[in-house]
């Protein structure tokens, strides 16, 4: 009988667009924890961002496949564009139970900052108990407050979240979408079919 269980990271956000940083990040993340793949999970309608601020969904899935190509590690799923209504993290997990088992171990790569929101979350106690979170410090994050909060949550909620330093890049989808919009380049900030995909599908620019 094989016990051995499936270990998959999940990257979720709007990808708006996705950017170097992102994929930096998930590399590292799904080597030094040994998953056997990184999901990347486009968000549908995020109920915390204004519908008409955020580029279509099918714009942002499709420049994570471009930015994925050729890493047979990386997948990106639509079950959150495909599920219509607002966007909740406690149902892709539900979801993603369903899809590879409910042994499947699931850890959620996000950043330091997301931390400190998820007890807002729809379920915050139920999606600790689904998923391990795994939290990435951007260069000069203020840590010991974070590692304070991390504490908070593991008392009170038996959370599970542990800190990876991994090699980040400062590199925001903010910082990309006002440099496309202000004409200056992003080459080497996206992937080189990212850029094409924002050049000729004129995403970002002056309407």
């Given at each position: ?40 999970i486009p968000s549908g309608k ?109 008392s009170e909620f038996n ?49």
């Open positions: 009988m094989n016990d051995v269980k499936n270990r998959i990271g999940i990257s979720g956000g709007t990808f708006d667009p996705i950017h170097n940083g992102h994929l930096i990040v998930a590399e590292f993340i799904m080597e030094i924890l040994s998953l056997d793949k990184v999901i990347f995020p109920p915390h961002k204004d519908e008409m601020s955020v580029t279509p969904p099918e714009h942002r899935y499709n420049m994570i496949c471009a930015a994925i190509d050729g890493n047979s590690n990386f997948e990106v799923s639509k079950i959150e564009i495909e599920r219509g209504g607002n966007t909740y993290t406690i149902d892709t997990l539900r979801e993603l139970k369903k899809m590879y088992g409910p042994d499947t171990e699931i850890f959620f790569i996000t950043g330091a900052d997301v931390i400190r929101d998820i007890a807002s979350w729809k379920d915050f106690r139920a999606v600790f108990g689904m998923c391990e979170f795994v939290a990435a410090l951007r260069p000069n994050y203020q840590k010991e407050s974070f590692i304070h909060e991390i504490r908070r949550l593991k959370a599970r979240i542990q800190i990876v330093n991994a090699p980040l890049i400062d590199i925001s989808s903010t910082e990309i979408r006002n440099r496309v919009f202000e004409n200056k380049p992003i080459r080497y900030l996206v992937p080189e079919r990212v850029e094409e995909y924002i050049i000729k599908n004129k995403l970002y620019v002056k309407q």
